[in-house]
């Protein structure tokens, strides 16, 4: 076959606010691939079929001199993330050709690659409702992050009061069943009247909708609260320390409000951290999942089953994964972003 075009997702310019399609990220067909000459040097030709898009990109298209927990992008290289891809062709004896692995992989349609380059490298399957794609959402990294945040600092007691912050989104939305199944009263918010109605699909017992309805109203009638799981930040977290309990446990697993430049609002309650003994507790899943080997099983199989519920927000084309990636960082996805980059 002759070569043809290997399609790629670079990243062009740092963003001061929002990232937009077409500037600051620019789908590039100038690489060609001979898919059945291409050397491979003992290692594997992987056709990518899924990419994760998670709100934490934002951050690593940042000034490189500024500090985050990953390194920041390089401008005119392909953005990097989570996704699944088949094995095309092998010289790798622990990878035969058809297998899907899931990874961390350039935003790119091909890849050779040496398996010890890709980071997180593992087969993946389907099996019953637990899909290619899941493995990137669900069953991968942000439902790592809510499985093994959860485990770790939740300590829930039946007929405690958690709030969950986009809890409509794939990292919230499994809380929310967490907390449901350890017998907690859940409340849940989220930024759109369809999302607030899938929030009480997923068994949340006082859901709203944060831009009509006002946190602190929702609390203090609510609450007051024993657990709060945070994705947003900002007001939310004000609000939440206000009309919590002595001992509550403060999950921060991520702070929406201010990744895109919008760091206005004025903390007002941060007293109350040592007033109350509550315990905050700020994770990155990178240092809980190796605790915590069961979620690729046992959790996994709750998902196959059907148990753990989930739906996914998918933008096809690999270039139109800008648009995907502005459209997580304004809140406009329904369930988890992912792009299918090829049919799977
Ligand atoms: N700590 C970790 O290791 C880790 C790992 C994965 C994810 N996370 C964090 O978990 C959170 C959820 O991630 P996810 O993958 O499940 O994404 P997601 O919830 O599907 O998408 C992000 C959501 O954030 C909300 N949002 C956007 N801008 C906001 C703003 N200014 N104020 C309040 N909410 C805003 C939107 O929902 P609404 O319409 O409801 O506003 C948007 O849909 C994020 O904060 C992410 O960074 C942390």
Same mark, same amino acid.
């Given at each position: 076959?002759? /070569?043809?075009?290997?399609?790629?997702?670079?990243?062009?310019?740092?963003?001061?606010?929002?990232?937009?399609?077409?500037?600051?990220?620019?789908?590039?067909? $100038?690489? !060609?691939?001979?898919?059945?000459?291409?050397? !491979?040097?003992?290692?594997?030709?992987?056709?990518?079929?899924?990419?994760?898009?998670?709100?934490?990109?934002?951050?690593?298209?940042?000034?490189?001199?500024?500090?985050?927990?990953?390194?920041?992008?390089?401008? %005119?290289? /392909?953005?990097?993330?989570?996704?699944?891809?088949?094995? !095309?062709?092998?010289?790798?004896?622990?990878?035969?050709?058809? =297998?899907?692995?899931?990874?961390?992989?350039?935003?790119?349609?091909?890849?050779?690659?040496?398996? $010890?380059?890709?980071? %997180?490298?593992?087969?993946?399957?389907?099996?019953?409702?637990?899909?290619?794609?899941?493995?990137?959402?669900?069953?991968?990294?942000?439902?790592? =992050?809510?499985?093994?945040?959860?485990?770790?600092?939740?300590?829930?007691?039946?007929?405690?009061?958690?709030?969950?912050?986009?809890? +409509?989104?794939? *990292?919230?939305?499994?809380?929310?069943?967490?907390?449901?199944?350890?017998?907690?009263?859940?409340?849940?918010?989220?930024?759109?009247?369809?999302?607030?109605?899938?929030?009480? $699909?997923?068994?949340?017992?006082?859901?709203?909708?944060?831009?009509?309805?006002?946190?602190?109203?929702?609390?203090?009638?609510?609450?007051?609260?024993?657990?709060?799981?945070?994705?947003? %930040?900002?007001?939310? !977290?004000?609000?939440?320390?206000?009309?919590?309990?002595?001992?509550?446990?403060?999950?921060?697993?991520?702070?929406?409000?201010?990744?895109?430049?919008?760091? +206005?609002?004025?903390?007002?309650?941060?007293?109350?951290?040592?007033?109350?003994?509550?315990?905050?507790?700020?994770? #990155?899943?990178?240092?809980?999942? /190796?605790?915590?080997?069961?979620?690729? =099983?046992?959790?996994?199989?709750?998902?196959?089953?059907?148990?753990?519920?989930?739906?996914?927000? #998918?933008?096809? %084309?690999?270039?139109?994964?800008?648009?995907?990636?502005?459209?997580?960082?304004?809140?406009?996805? =329904?369930?988890? $972003?992912? #792009?299918? *980059?090829?049919?799977?």
């Amino acid at each position: 076959m002759a /070569p043809i075009k290997n399609g790629r997702l670079l990243y062009k310019e740092i963003p001061d606010g929002y990232p937009q399609p077409g500037k600051h990220v620019v789908y590039d067909e $100038s690489e !060609l691939i001979d898919l059945d000459n291409v050397p !491979l040097n003992g290692g594997l030709l992987l056709k990518i079929l899924v990419l994760s898009i998670d709100p934490y990109l934002r951050n690593r298209m940042r000034d490189p001199s500024v500090r985050g927990f990953l390194p920041a992008f390089e401008i %005119g290289k /392909p953005l990097q993330n989570g996704g699944v891809a088949q094995v !095309l062709r092998s010289e790798d004896p622990k990878y035969t050709a058809g =297998t899907y692995v899931a990874g961390s992989y350039p935003f790119q349609k091909y890849l050779v690659a040496q398996a $010890s380059e890709v980071n %997180g490298l593992r087969p993946v399957q389907k099996k019953g409702k637990l899909t290619l794609s899941a493995h990137v959402g669900v069953a991968g990294m942000p439902g790592a =992050t809510a499985y093994t945040g959860w485990k770790e600092y939740a300590k829930p007691k039946a007929g405690e009061v958690v709030f969950v912050t986009t809890g +409509a989104g794939c *990292v919230g939305a499994i809380v929310i069943q967490l907390a449901k199944a350890d017998g907690l009263k859940v409340i849940g918010s989220a930024g759109s009247d369809a999302k607030v109605e899938y929030m009480k $699909s997923m068994g949340a017992d006082v859901v709203f909708n944060y831009k009509k309805t006002k946190v602190e109203d929702v609390l203090k009638k609510e609450g007051p609260i024993d657990i709060f799981w945070d994705n947003v %930040g900002g007001e939310a !977290l004000d609000a939440a320390l206000a009309n919590c309990n002595k001992h509550a446990r403060f999950i921060e697993c991520g702070m929406m409000s201010v990744y895109n430049g919008d760091n +206005a609002y004025q903390m007002k309650n941060l007293n109350y951290i040592y007033q109350f003994e509550i315990q905050l507790h700020g994770f #990155i899943i990178l240092s809980l999942i /190796p605790k915590y080997p069961e979620f690729y =099983t046992e959790f996994a199989n709750r998902i196959a089953s059907g148990e753990i519920k989930y739906n996914e927000d #998918i933008t096809v %084309g690999l270039e139109n994964g800008g648009a995907a990636l502005e459209t997580i960082q304004r809140g406009n996805n =329904t369930g988890k $972003s992912v #792009i299918a *980059v090829a049919d799977y």
